[in-house]
């Protein structure tokens, strides 16, 4: 009988803990997409000069689409604070953060790349970690769907 208690008191520790996480992560995210976002001009001279020194990754649909990473980064933490579809948010946050943080590498931004880098290892993290992505203690998805 203790070891279920345990067990039990262990998963609703875990479930909190990924909850947790999930909306820090989160609202780190949408806070560097809205930064970006308000200070785009700062931003897009930012890309620029990573785009002048890049060799491999000097591609003309990175430079179009460049502009839109601040955007997609709130919508993502938008949506990891929320709750909303986490699993899918989980693996576009692990496939947009190393792909930028291969970018900065390659653009010779240690700093930045090893942030990115270690961003896209948390998120993978949560993404293995949680069984039930959709079902996590604080999701407005639940909440709402509770109230209604």
């Known amino acids: 009988m203790p070891s279920i208690l345990i067990t039990v008191r262990m998963t609703k520790f875990l479930t909190a803990s990924y909850a947790l996480f999930r909306m820090l992560s989160g609202s780190v995210l949408m806070v560097h997409g809205y930064l970006n976002t308000v200070f785009f001009d700062k931003y897009l001279i930012k890309v620029e000069s990573y785009f002048a020194h890049t060799t491999y990754f000097n591609w003309i649909i990175l430079k179009a689409t460049s502009s839109f990473v601040p955007f997609e980064e709130f919508t993502l933490g938008l949506f990891l604070l929320l709750g909303f579809y986490t699993r899918t948010t989980l693996i576009l946050c692990v496939a947009l953060f190393s792909f930028l943080s291969l970018f900065l590498f390659d653009s010779l ?39 209604l």
């Open 109 to 147: 931004a240690w700093d930045n790349a090893l942030f990115h880098l270690g961003m896209a290892c948390l998120f993978a993290l949560l993404l293995l970690c949680h069984k039930s992505y959709d079902k996590p203690l604080w999701s407005m998805k639940n909440l709402i769907s509770k109230w």
